[in-house]
C-alpha cells in the first residue's frame, strides 16, 4: 500500500470514528444537566438557551439533578458518554470551589469535563445594612474600612454558609482591606439577606440578582461591586478592585461536556450556543437576571475554568472552610 493510500485509510478512520457522534447527536435528543433545583438563576439561563439551540440542535431536555453543593449533577455530567448527548451545567462552585472545600469528590474538576462555551457571569455586591450606614457614616468601602480599623473586633458579616461565595469573598476582603470582621454563616443567601436587614451583622457580600431589589428599594445600601470592572447592571457603584487591585469574584456558570467528548461536536455545541447567547432576545431575558451573557470558545472557557481553580485554592484555603 503506497503512503497516499495509506493517509486516506488514515482519515476516513478518524472521521468514521466522529460521525457516529456527529449522527447521534443531530437525530436524539441532548441532556443538559443542571446541578441544582429548578427556578434558581442557573436553571432559568439553561433553559432560556435550551429553547434557543432548539432549531440548531433539536430538543434539548434540562435534567436537575441538585445535591452535594452540585457536586451529584457535575459527577452524573463527568461519567457520562462522550457523545455530545449529555452536556451540563458549571459553575463558581462546582468548578472552582468545591474542588479545595470538600475533602473527597467524585469527580476531577480539571481532567472530567470539555468546555463548550461560558455561559455568563454575575457580579457579587458589597452590601450593608442602610439605616446602619447612615447612623455609622458610612458612605464607601474607604468608611466601612476606617470604621473596621478603629473598632477593631466590632464588625461582623454574613453569607449563606461555610464555603460559600459570600463566606470566600468576605474572607479575602478582609485579607485585602487588613481588617477583622466576624464571620456568621447562615443557612443560606436568603436568610443571610435578612439578618442583614434586621441589622443582625453589619454587610454581606451577596449576589447581585439577590441584592438589587433591596438596594433598589434603599433598605441596602451598595458600596462596591466585586467584579474586576465596575458593573453596567450596578451603575455609579464601584469595583472593589479599584480599592484594591486584583480583587474580583463573580458568580458564573457555562457549558462542559464530558472529556473524550470529540472536537467536531463541542465545536458544533459551541457554535450553537454561542449564537444563542449573542442574540438580542437572550440578553433581553437574561437582563432581567442581572446576568451578563460572555460567550467564548471552547479553549477560551477551559483556560478560565483552569485560572479559577486556582484562585479559590488559595482563598478556600485561606478561609479555613472544609466540608467533609
Do not use: C
Not at 72 to 95: E, F, R
Not at 153 to 167: P, Q, R, T, V, W
Not at 201 to 226: H, R, Y
Amino acid at each position: 500500500m503506497n503512503r497516499r493510500n495509506l493517509l486516506l485509510l488514515s482519515v476516513a478512520a478518524a472521521a468514521a470514528a466522529v460521525s457516529p457522534a456527529l449522527h447521534a447527536q443531530s437525530s436524539a435528543p441532548i441532556r443538559l444537566v443542571v446541578p441544582y433545583a429548578p427556578g434558581g438563576p442557573l436553571d432559568v439561563t439553561a433553559r432560556a438557551l435550551a429553547e434557543r439551540v432548539r432549531d440548531s440542535l433539536g430538543t434539548v431536555i434540562i435534567d436537575n439533578k441538585a445535591g452535594a453543593g452540585g457536586n451529584i449533577g457535575a459527577d452524573v455530567i463527568a461519567k457520562a458518554a462522550p457523545d455530545g448527548l449529555t452536556i451540563g451545567l458549571a459553575a463558581t462552585a462546582t468548578h472552582a470551589v468545591n474542588p479545595w472545600l470538600y475533602s473527597r469528590m467524585p469527580y476531577d474538576a480539571a481532567k472530567d469535563f470539555a468546555g463548550i462555551t461560558q455561559m455568563v457571569r454575575v457580579p457579587n455586591v458589597l452590601v450593608v445594612n442602610a439605616a446602619r450606614a447612615q447612623e455609622l457614616k458610612i458612605n464607601t468601602v474607604a468608611d466601612l474600612v476606617a470604621y473596621a480599623k478603629a473598632n477593631p473586633a466590632k464588625l461582623n458579616y454574613g453569607s449563606g454558609g461555610n464555603g460559600s461565595a459570600g463566606h470566600l469573598a468576605g474572607e479575602m476582603f478582609k485579607q485585602k482591606a487588613g481588617i477583622y470582621a466576624l464571620h456568621i454563616p447562615y443557612r443560606g443567601a436568603s436568610p443571610a439577606q435578612l439578618a442583614l436587614l434586621a441589622g443582625e451583622v453589619d454587610f454581606n457580600i451577596d449576589n447581585l440578582a439577590a441584592a438589587a431589589p433591596n438596594i433598589k428599594s434603599g433598605k441596602l445600601k451598595a458600596l462596591a461591586v466585586t467584579s474586576a470592572q465596575e458593573s453596567p447592571m450596578l451603575p455609579g457603584v464601584p469595583a472593589l478592585s479599584a480599592s484594591y487591585p486584583g480583587f474580583s469574584i463573580d458568580t458564573w456558570w457555562g457549558l462542559v461536556a464530558p472529556a473524550g467528548t470529540p472536537k467536531p461536536v463541542i465545536a458544533k455545541l459551541n457554535k450553537a450556543f454561542v449564537d444563542a447567547l449573542k442574540a438580542p432576545e437572550t440578553k433581553t431575558r437574561f437582563d432581567a437576571l442581572l446576568a451578563e451573557p460572555v460567550p467564548t470558545t471552547p479553549e477560551q472557557f477551559d483556560a478560565f475554568m483552569a485560572a479559577e481553580r486556582a484562585k479559590y485554592q488559595q482563598v478556600v484555603k485561606a478561609s479555613g472552610a472544609k466540608v467533609d
